[in-house]
């Protein structure tokens, strides 16, 4: 669904990924590891149009996205995340959700938001609350309902269990991992707890320096004593 051929890019002269090669399975969970500074953030920055591609190509379904605007590719069907101001603050939940819908159809929207409301049941309990009174947990599921409303093929997740309890992340995990077990959205994961990340994914990215030093099944890389030690402070 996506593949990506030796990227460079960064931000104006700060240059972050090298010759980065990555492909994202369709209706699979793809994690990208690696220790803090590495790049991972970057890179989905880099296919949602969010940095300053040097060189290379980023596809999605054969199309390349490199010089379409952020708003263009989402479009296309790519939902992109970010660890923080994922929702606005300052609005209701229901205020939320409908500026997430407001390029659909009245009846089309209306539909949508009963099926993303049967998958976050949770939400319903505080469709008038602001946004920003929410735990952070409550918040990550609204940003998931919100982009679910969409209909995307692909959602990038950057660190969506970052400052949560270890209940709640568990909570947000499963239902990440739900949304490609029952809707086929492809996930690509960008999460800070690599081993809960690698025991979910079906294939596995690390990451260090801005460039891939492993690539495969997430089981080889946690077996790999060298790498998954010296960078992801995991015993295997």
Do not use: C, W
Not at 18 to 44: A, C, Q, W, Y
Not at 67 to 90: C, E, K, S
Not at 149 to 162: A, Q, S, V, W
């Amino acid at each position: 669904m996506i593949e990506v051929q030796k990227i460079n890019a960064g931000y104006g002269r700060l240059h972050i990924l090298f010759d980065v090669d990555m492909h994202v399975r369709e209706k699979s969970v793809t994690v990208i590891v690696g220790p803090n500074g590495s790049g991972k953030s970057t890179l989905l920055k880099s296919i949602f149009g969010l940095t300053k591609i040097y060189s290379g190509v980023i596809k999605f379904d054969g199309e390349n996205l490199v010089g379409l605007m952020p708003h263009q590719i989402a479009r296309r069907g790519v939902a992109y995340l970010p660890q923080t101001d994922n929702v606005f603050a300052n609005l209701t939940v229901r205020e939320n959700l409908l500026m997430a819908s407001y390029t659909l159809d009245k009846r089309v929207a209306e539909e949508r938001l009963e099926e993303v409301l049967e998958l976050f049941p949770m939400i319903k309990g505080f469709m008038n609350r602001k946004s920003g009174t929410l735990s952070g947990g409550e918040r990550q599921m609204v940003a998931m309902a919100m982009a679910l409303l969409r209909k995307p093929k692909i959602m990038m997740f950057d660190e969506p269990t970052g400052n949560l309890a270890p209940k709640l992340a568990m909570e947000v995990l499963a239902k990440i991992r739900e949304l490609r077990d029952r809707l086929g959205i492809t996930i690509l994961l960008v999460e800070q707890n690599a081993r809960r990340a690698l025991e979910m994914g079906d294939y596995a990215y690390l990451l260090v320096s801005g460039r891939v030093a492993f690539e495969g099944r997430p089981q080889d890389l946690l077996g790999h004593a060298e790498l998954s030690k010296l960078y992801l402070g995991i015993s295997s």
